[in-house]
């Protein structure tokens, strides 16, 4: 018998995509697939505005840049202790109620960052709110929503999902500075909040409802009564896979938001002029786009670690050119657009390998613990590149380190082994042929 290439789809899985039935999925989820997409670019609000907020807030409240982005830490906190909970909740009672609740507690806390003044720990206190209310309207629970309509074409499903970050990306730096220097940043943080909220709450009420909105359900096109297929809690955190990822997810969000929140202050420090700094990183969010929509692709044809470790290789380029960045334009928008890929690249690899490696039983749970590991390292590499540019006057030191940091994930992702396989059983079976220590395990078909 021929030994499958890495590269051949029926490594990962027997049932290659086909068009017809593609067509049928996008024909049942094109609306929740837009719909989730525009709540990940309402939940990037927080990460994508501050970049352009430093500034401003550090003129006016005379902050160091280290105490501004502190408050992402600060989120961080709060997500990592609440996200699983709010993964079992979701697990329980189903996305919609998840999504309208989220979305009404994060843009109310968000719009209550125009509050924060006198003392530092108001600041703090806020992000702590953000950060729980952000829970309930992380990517994991539009993946869940998606994730229950589409099998064959999950990758580019998903990819137009996490597209949204993209999306708040290209729009809110310019937006941002506008409304700030119309009403000043608090104003800004208000009005943003409330156009989210305006949009979101009437589209969720419309959209997500019927079997979608319900908890433990498979798909549209499964038996009635079927639950999702999946690994159980317990077997998912034994895995040496969960391991693997879990450890890559933290290591490239640190190297990735540290780029990202600060973009901005490195280019500018380095030479380049505030107004096309901001223009730059609107190339951020299309650099983002494309990487989402290209990693998807591959992901629904190519075996996805391969695809993913060589996605985290990428971000080694724009590190390279900010370490010798002189503040010219055409190196500026290149560092912009890898950056951005490099971003789209990290949050759909997470989450299309977690629904094949774990399946869609337990997600919420499951793939709540990588999320919160992810938004651990949204607030940690912001905080440490600040730091390091604090302490030594230069962002050089963080970025030699993310060197390191991106080999090592990109290692991580080439051994995650092949896709096990689930069936849809009743709540009561097993419904896995997973091997927990990361081993051989029976191919679907096979």
Known sequence: MTKASPLDPTR????????????????????????????TACAGIHVYTLGAMVAPIEAEL???????????????????????????????FGPRKIA????????GAVALLAAAGGSHASWLFVWLLIGFAGCFIKPVLWVSVVSRLFDRRRGIALAVVLCGGGLSSVALPVVIDWLTRTGGWRFAYVVVAAVAATVMLPLIFV???????????????????????GLTVRQAFRSTRYLRLACAAVMFSVVTFGMLVNFIPIAVDKGLERDFALKAAGLI????????????????????????????????????????????????????????????????????LATRYFGLRNFGVIFSVIVALLVAGEGLGPLLA????????????????????????SMLMATMGRYPAFTDDLPDQDGSTFSPGGGQSRETGQ
């Open 12 to 39: 990962a899985r027997a049932d290659a995509p086909a068009d017809g039935a593609g067509r049928s999925e996008w024909a049942n989820g094109w609306l929740p697939t837009v719909t989730a997409m525009l709540g």
């Open 100 to 107: 309208l609740s989220g979305i009404a507690l994060y843009c």
């Open 285 to 352: 969010g299309i650099g983002s786009i494309a990487g989402r929509l290209i990693t998807g692709y591959l992901f629904d044809r190519f075996y996805g670690p391969l695809i993913a470790a060589c996605s985290f290789l990428i971000p080694i380029v724009g590190v390279l050119l900010l370490l010798n960045f002189d503040g010219n334009h055409v190196l500026a928008l290149a560092i912009a657009l890898i950056m951005g890929f490099s971003l789209g690249a990290e949050h759909d690899c997470m989450s299309y």
């Open 386 to 409: 600040s730091l390091a540019y604090d302490q030594l006057g230069s962002y050089d030191a963080f970025l030699w380190g993310a060197l390191g940091l991106l080999v090592i994930s």
């Open 207 to 229: 959209v997500i409802r019927g079997r979608i909105a319900q908890p433990g359900r498979a798909r549209h096109d499964a038996a009635p009564g079927t639950m999702l297929p």
């Open 62 to 92: 005379g902050w160091t840049r280290t105490e501004i982005t502190s408050g992402l830490l600060a989120y961080s906190i709060a997500t990592v202790c609440f996200l699983p909970m709010i993964g079992y909740l979701l697990d329980r």
